[in-house]
């Protein structure tokens, strides 16, 4: 299959090259970017030196009708929903990294993007390809929404809880945590090497756009519609992110108790890995790879449990599962080019 990848300038698309290297059915045959048209991808990227790539394109649609089968956009929001339906009108497949058809409800997606939504045709077609919880839905499916990374890490967490009746969708708080390379490549004050070195912040209280993500999904879980808390935080390192998910238990449990549960819920996904009893995940043990680990620790005293989640935000957060919806797209096994072992320390 020829894949093109718009977008590929940006940390998503780098890594969508960087994996899509070692695919035995995939070969990246355009990497597109409107503001590096016409140079060599290792240019700007010389860790990419040893892998062939044309020069970079520009985005020209019907250039890349000529040359892929499925296009990746790894494009801001706003963008990907001009691009989609050219290249799903002629005939190509699209895995959309953006936020753009995540929000199902074009009113949602208006209040937390500000931005005018969608065609919501557009939107109704697009799978939501959470791999280990929707993967059933995006087979044979041309058009697939890339969740965000936040929501990756924090609905593979709960999603089980809720749909097992364990704990009480009301009661959810998420504090998380994530890495610089979430925000993206471009440069701005916030990501400035002297304001996030040895330093630790909240930003987009109650204002993250991941919030409706997490409680759509949530939502299909509990057969109800969801509220909750989430609270994302900056921590000073490049890659990872950690969620620790609190909620109130509806009856007494145990660790173990959720630990059978989760590996039940995950039996034959290749990359949730649960954590035994008495051990939590940390982000450098999943470190550029398409792993999710979970942990749990029930608190008897309180009667709440907490649920610790951790992923590469580039990887399983963007492009690693992108290729894995790639995969159970064409029905291939779906660890096809993302067999990689956590690189550590």
Not at 46 to 74: Q, Y
Not at 125 to 151: H, Q, R, T, W
Not at 207 to 226: D, F, M, N, W, Y
Not at 329 to 340: A, I, K, Q, S, V
């Amino acid at each position: 299959m020829r894949a093109a990848i718009v977008g590929s300038t940006g940390y998503g698309g780098v890594e969508l090259i960087r994996l899509l290297a070692s695919h035995p059915q995939v070969t990246v045959t355009s990497v597109i970017s409107s503001s590096a048209a016409g140079t060599p991808i290792a240019e700007g990227f010389p860790h990419l030196t040893e892998i062939r790539t044309d020069l970079l394109d520009g985005v020209d649609p019907e250039l890349i009708r000529s040359k892929a089968d499925v296009v990746f956009l790894a494009t801001p929001h706003g963008v990907s929903m001009k691009l989609a339906p050219q290249f799903l009108a002629a005939g190509l497949k699209v895995i959309d990294l953006s936020g753009d058809y995540r929000l199902k409800d074009g009113e949602s997606y208006r209040e937390w993007y500000k931005h005018e939504p969608a065609v919501q045709a557009d939107v109704d077609n697009a799978i939501y390809g959470l791999c280990e919880v929707f993967g059933s839905e995006v087979a044979d499916k041309s058009f697939i929404s890339n969740p965000g990374c936040y929501a990756t890490t924090a609905a593979l967490a709960l999603y089980p809880a809720v749909q097992a009746g364990w704990i009480d969708p009301d009661s959810i708080i998420i504090d998380a945590k994530s890495g610089v390379s979430g925000a993206g490549r471009g440069l701005s004050l916030g990501n400035h090497f002297s304001e996030i070195n040895e330093n630790f912040k909240t930003y987009k209280v109650n204002k993250h756009q991941h919030t409706p993500e997490i409680e759509q999904t949530l939502s299909r879980a509990a057969g109800r519609p969801v509220t909750l808390t989430f609270t994302p935080h900056l921590v000073p390192m490049t890659r990872g992110i950690m969620c620790s998910s609190y909620a109130k238990l509806t009856e007494k449990r145990t660790d173990a108790d959720f630990v059978e549960l989760y590996r039940k819920f995950y039996e034959g996904r290749p990359f949730v890995r649960v954590r035994p009893v008495g051990q939590w995940p940390a982000t450098k043990e999943v470190w550029g790879s398409n792993y999710c680990d979970i942990g749990f620790s029930v608190d008897s005293r309180t009667g709440r449990v907490t649920v610790f989640s951790v992923i590469d935000n580039l990887v399983k957060g963007a492009a690693g599962q992108a290729i894995q919806n790639l995969n159970l797209m064409m029905g291939w096994d779906e660890t096809w080019g993302l067999r990689f072992t956590p690189a550590y320390p």
